[in-house]
C-alpha cells in the first residue's frame, strides 16, 4: 500500500481530451477540453519526466530556458501533469493533430513523417508535407527543452486549422527526435504554445499572433473556463476571440504583464486563514500557466501550507539542525532589529551579496561540502521568515522554535507533492492570494487533489515547492488548481490578464 501511496505522490499525472467545435453564432471560436481518468502508465512516465527536469535542473541550473531568446527567461518545470487537449488541422487539406494549449510556452509543434528513431513519432499521428498543397519549406533545426523532456526537429510552414478559422503560412516545428517518456504515453501528439513571442525558438509568432496579424478574430483575447469537477463529462472550454458570460461570475480583475515570455504579472501576499505567510508580503512575481496541473511555490511558504492543512512531507535533518543550534540566534537578531536578509549571513550560514544571501562557497571545498552548505542556507531562510511572523503574533520564545520546529516536518516531500487526510477537508482553512490588492480565495476542496487508484480514494495537497532564486524569484506558478477556480482571461492586445469567479 506504502508503495502504491508513493507512485502516487510522485507521479500524479491526470490525463485529458478533447473536442473542437466550430465557431458559435456568437463570434467566439471555442475548443471543448474534456477530462480522463488516471492512467498508471502515464503515471510511471510523469516519474520519469520529473526525474530528468531534477537532473538537468542540477545540470544547467537557471541557464536552461524552453526558447532560444537571448532574455534570460526563468525555466518553468512543464510537467504536463493534467492534459488539456484539442485537435487541430495542419495543411490542405488538413491532416488531424491533438495538440496541448500550454500558456507556459509558445511554438507549435508536431512529429514529423521524417522522424525515424524515436518511438514516440510511432505512437502518434505524423505531419506529411508532401500531402499538402500549402506546404512551404523552412529547414532551420531547432531544438526545446521542456521540464518532461526534449524534442528536436526542423521549421516547416502552412496553413492550420484552428475550429473554423485558418491560420495561413503558421510557422511551426516538425519534431524528428522526442526524448522523454512523457511524450510515448501522453495522449497528445504535440503542443500549441500559448505563451508571448519572446520565449519561442526561432522567432516562430505564436498561433494568437498570428491571428491578430491576419486579424480572425474580433478581440485580442483567449480564455479558460476549466471544469475542476472529476465527475463532469466537459472539463472545460478554451475560447479565442473573447470570453463567454456564461464561463464566470461578477467582474473580471486584470494585472498588467510585467515580463513578457510567460505571463507573468506581480502578486502579493499568500494567506492562510486570513494571516500572512510573510514571504510575498513585499510582493512576488507569478506566472498563469495551463501546462501545470499544481500550485507551485516557494518552499518556505508551502511548509506553512503544509502545516495548516495537516500534509504530511518528509522530515528535513538540516533544517531541524539549523532551528535547534541556531534557532535561538536568529530570534536575537531579529529582536535586536537585524535585517531579515543579513540574519543568516551573521550567523556564518550564507554570505550577503548586497541584495540577498547565498549559499557559503568558501565552505565549498568539494561537491558534497557545496550541496551541504547550500541546504543549510537554504534551512536557514526558511526559518528567518517563519520565526519573523511569530514575532509578530508575540508569541514565547518556546512557541516560536517549536514552530519552526514542525514546519521542518511539514517540507514537501523530494518530488514536491504532500498527502493530505481525505477526512479532513471540511476542516482546513481557506487560502488566498493577493492580486491587484483584492483576494483570490481558495477552499479546501479547490486546493486538494484527489486520485483514484485501484477503489482507494488518496488526496493530495494542490501546492508544491519550487523556488527560484532572487533576482527573477520568488516565483509563484499558478496551475489549473487556480485556473479551475478562476476563469482566466489572457489579453495580448492589452498586455494584461484577467481573473473572476469560475461558473
Known amino acids: 500500500m506504502g508503495q502504491k501511496h508513493l507512485l502516487l505522490l510522485t507521479c500524479f499525472w491526470v490525463l485529458s481530451c478533447a473536442l473542437l467545435l466550430h465557431a458559435s453564432s456568437d463570434g467566439l471560436l471555442r475548443i471543448n477540453l474534456n477530462k480522463k481518468r488516471l492512467d498508471k502508465g502515464a503515471l510511471t512516465a510523469a516519474k520519469l519526466a520529473r526525474h530528468e527536469s531534477r537532473l538537468r535542473r542540477r545540470f544547467y541550473g537557471s541557464h536552461q530556458s524552453l526558447g532560444a531568446s537571448s532574455d534570460d527567461i526563468v525555466p518553468l518545470d512543464n510537467y504536463l501533469d493534467t492534459q488539456y487537449f484539442g485537435e487541430i488541422g495542419i495543411g490542405t487539406p488538413p491532416q488531424n493533430f491533438t495538440v496541448i494549449f500550454d500558456t507556459g510556452s509558445s511554438n507549435l509543434w508536431i512529429p514529423s513523417s521524417k522522424c525515424y528513431f524515436s518511438i514516440a513519432c510511432y505512437l502518434h499521428h505524423r505531419y506529411r508535407s508532401a500531402k499538402s498543397n500549402t506546404y512551404k519549406k523552412n529547414g532551420e533545426t531547432c531544438t526545446i527543452t521542456y521540464g518532461s523532456g526534449q524534442i528536436a526537429g526542423f521549421f516547416s510552414e502552412d496553413n492550420v486549422l484552428v475550429g473554423s478559422l485558418i491560420v495561413k503560412n503558421q510557422k511551426f516545428i516538425e519534431t524528428t527526435r522526442e526524448t522523454s517518456p512523457t511524450f510515448i504515453i501522453g495522449k497528445f501528439d504535440g503542443i500549441l504554445g500559448l505563451g508571448f513571442p519572446e520565449i519561442s525558438v526561432g522567432g516562430a509568432p505564436p498561433i494568437w499572433q498570428s491571428?491578430?496579424?491576419?486579424?480572425?478574430?474580433?478581440?485580442?483575447?483567449?480564455?479558460?473556463?476549466?471544469?475542476?469537477?472529476?465527475?463532469?463529462?466537459?472539463?472545460?472550454?478554451?475560447?479565442?476571440?473573447?470570453?463567454?458570460?456564461?464561463?464566470?461570475?461578477?467582474?473580471?480583475?486584470?494585472?498588467?504583464?510585467?515580463?513578457?515570455?510567460?505571463?507573468?504579472?506581480?502578486?502579493?501576499?499568500?494567506?492562510?486563514?486570513?494571516?500572512?505567510?510573510?514571504?510575498?508580503?513585499?510582493?512576488?512575481?507569478?506566472?498563469?500557466?495551463?501546462?501545470?496541473?499544481?500550485?507551485?511555490?516557494?518552499?518556505?511558504?508551502?511548509?506553512?501550507?503544509?502545516?495548516?492543512?495537516?500534509?504530511?512531507?518528509?522530515?528535513?535533518?538540516?533544517?531541524?539542525?539549523?532551528?535547534?543550534?541556531?534557532?535561538?540566534?536568529?530570534?536575537?537578531?531579529?529582536?535586536?532589529?537585524?535585517?531579515?536578509?543579513?540574519?543568516?549571513?551573521?550567523?556564518?550560514?550564507?554570505?550577503?551579496?548586497?541584495?540577498?544571501?547565498?549559499?557559503?562557497?568558501?565552505?565549498?571545498?568539494?561537491?558534497?561540502?557545496k550541496q551541504g552548505s547550500d541546504l543549510f542556507c537554504t534551512a536557514c531562510e526558511m526559518a528567518v521568515v517563519w520565526i519573523q511572523n511569530q514575532l509578530r503574533e508575540n508569541k514565547t520564545k518556546e512557541l516560536i522554535l517549536n514552530y519552526a520546529n514542525q514546519l521542518c516536518e511539514r517540507l514537501p516531500s523530494p518530488n514536491g507533492e504532500s498527502t493530505v487526510d481525505c477526512h479532513q477537508i471540511s476542516k482546513m482553512p481557506n487560502l488566498a492570494f493577493t492580486i491587484a490588492n483584492k483576494t483570490f480565495t481558495l477552499t479546501p476542496e479547490q486546493y486538494v487533489v484527489k486520485l483514484e487508484q485501484a477503489g482507494q480514494t488518496m488526496c493530495i495537497s494542490g501546492f508544491m515547492a519550487f523556488d527560484v532564486p532572487p533576482p527573477r524569484g520568488p516565483l509563484w506558478i499558478l496551475g489549473d488548481v487556480f485556473m479551475g477556480a478562476y476563469h482566466t482571461v489572457f489579453d495580448f492586445g492589452e498586455n494584461r490578464i484577467g481573473f473572476a469567479k469560475s461558473a
Request: hydrophobic fraction near 35%; include cysteine; charge should be negative.
Open 211 to 369: 491571428m491578430k496579424e491576419q486579424k480572425l478574430v474580433e478581440k485580442d483575447v483567449f480564455s479558460f473556463w476549466l471544469n475542476r469537477d472529476p465527475d463532469a463529462s466537459a472539463g472545460g472550454e478554451l475560447v479565442f476571440g473573447g470570453v463567454d458570460p456564461k464561463h464566470y461570475k461578477g467582474s473580471h480583475t486584470y494585472v498588467p504583464v510585467t515580463r513578457k515570455g510567460y505571463w507573468q504579472f506581480d502578486m502579493g501576499d499568500l494567506l492562510i486563514g486570513g494571516h500572512s505567510t510573510g514571504y510575498c508580503a513585499g510582493g512576488c512575481a507569478a506566472i498563469v500557466d495551463s501546462g501545470t496541473s499544481l500550485l507551485a511555490g516557494p518552499t518556505t511558504i508551502v511548509a506553512q501550507v503544509n502545516h495548516a492543512i495537516g500534509a504530511e512531507g518528509v522530515i528535513s535533518t538540516e533544517c531541524k539542525e539549523v532551528v535547534r543550534e541556531y534557532g535561538e540566534m536568529i530570534l536575537e537578531l531579529l529582536i535586536a532589529q537585524t535585517s531579515p536578509q543579513k540574519v543568516c549571513t551573521q550567523i556564518g550560514l550564507c554570505v550577503f551579496d548586497g541584495t540577498h544571501s547565498v549559499s557559503n562557497p568558501i565552505e565549498s571545498v568539494v561537491e558534497k561540502q
